[in-house]
């Protein structure tokens, strides 16, 4: 599929579930969000028929979100559903890592091929913090079950915010030295509960290659830009959707808990897919993909 801008749409990205076990402070308020009722989120076999049109529209990579995928009841159903779809090359899962100790080998066993790993400090206390509630010991025991699950080129995302996280750049790199993983570095965008924060908690990519200027190039995979330290088993990639605008090579589509379609995560526009079927479904993913937007404004408006 192509867009009206001529990139190729190949990834779905599928919120499973809008609920977390975890505040984080820059992405959810305190209390959490107001809870969908059970009818209203996509069931196991709607989410199956959506991704199965998905793929058939030309879509080849599924990556599984929430919130946080592995609270959802019924996950390994869903991933057991999605890895069997003919013609889907990839299904990937993002997660906090906190259940991971439980569920990494049966999602492997489910047909999940890759994880990202969402962490944002390497300190407990701060760790603690961040999320509210979490225990960066929980993370560490899932890292584990994954890489002898099999899951053995792990990716970390790391959202940059100035005064927290940016005095640990360094030692985030580091891991790559003897892993082969890549550690990812996102900045910090200004939405939702982080939306009026200070100015400096926004750093631009660059802390990252002034904190480590021993990285060297290796080439872009997707909208990251990659970098390996000298010798390293692993990499480093640069996500910047503030810095450096990568909305010309974006090729993904959301899919929301609740079953709409988005052409950007940052857009007001969504298509219902809940209750279509067939060739009425394949249209108005085709349709959502025909208005997927030219590129974000989130530097234009800050929201």
């Known amino acids: 599929m192509r867009d009206g801008y001529g990139r190729e749409i190949d990834y779905l990205r599928l919120s499973v579930t809008d609920l977390c076990n975890y505040r984080c402070r820059y992405c959810m308020p305190e209390a959490g969000v107001v809870k969908l009722s059970h009818g209203d989120i996509l069931s196991v076999e709607e989410i199956g028929e959506i991704g199965a049109a998905a793929v058939d529209c030309g879509i080849r990579k599924i990556r ?3 919130g946080e ?18 013609g889907l090359s990839e299904l990937c ?11 990494a080998g049966p999602l492997r066993e489910a047909g999940v091929d890759r994880l990202n790993i969402s962490l944002d400090t390497l300190a407990p206390e701060k760790f ?4 509210r509630r979490g225990r960066l010991s929980d993370v560490w025991a899932g890292v584990d079950a994954a890489e002898r699950a099999g899951f053995s ?18 030692d985030f ?9 890549e550690v990812r570095f996102i900045e910090l965008m200004p939405m939702g509960e982080c939306a009026g924060w200070d100015p400096a908690c926004f750093l631009s990519d660059e ?18 830009r990659r970098y390996r330290l000298p010798g390293a088993a692993g990499s480093v990639g640069l996500i910047s959707p503030m810095s450096c605008d990568f909305c010309g090579e974006c090729r993904r589509i959301r899919l929301t808990a609740d079953g709409k379609l988005k052409g950007c995560l940052h857009s007001r526009e969504e298509i219902p897919l809940r209750g279509l079927h067939g060739d009425a479904l394949r249209s108005a993913i085709r349709r959502a993909v025909a208005s997927k937007p030219e590129r974000h404004r989130l530097t234009e408006t800050g929201s």
């Not at 899962?93 to 569920?103: E, R, V």
């Not at 790199?173 to 993983?181: E, F, I, K």
Request: hydrophobic share 50%.
């Open 93 to 103: 899962m993002t997660t906090n890592g906190s259940l991971l100790a439980q569920y």
């Open 153 to 170: 080129r792990l990716k970390f995302d790391v959202v940059l915010i100035g005064g927290f996280n940016d005095g640990e750049i360094a």
């Open 207 to 224: 802390a990252v290659l002034r904190a480590c200027p021993e990285l060297l190039p290796i080439g872009a995979e997707g909208v990251a």
């Open 128 to 131: 603690a913090s961040i999320t």
């Open 173 to 181: 790199a580091d891991l790559t030295r003897t892993h082969p993983w």
């Open 64 to 66: 599984l979100t929430g």
């Open 69 to 86: 995928p592995l609270v959802r009841r019924g996950i390994l159903d869903i991933c057991r559903l999605l890895a069997a779809i003919p």
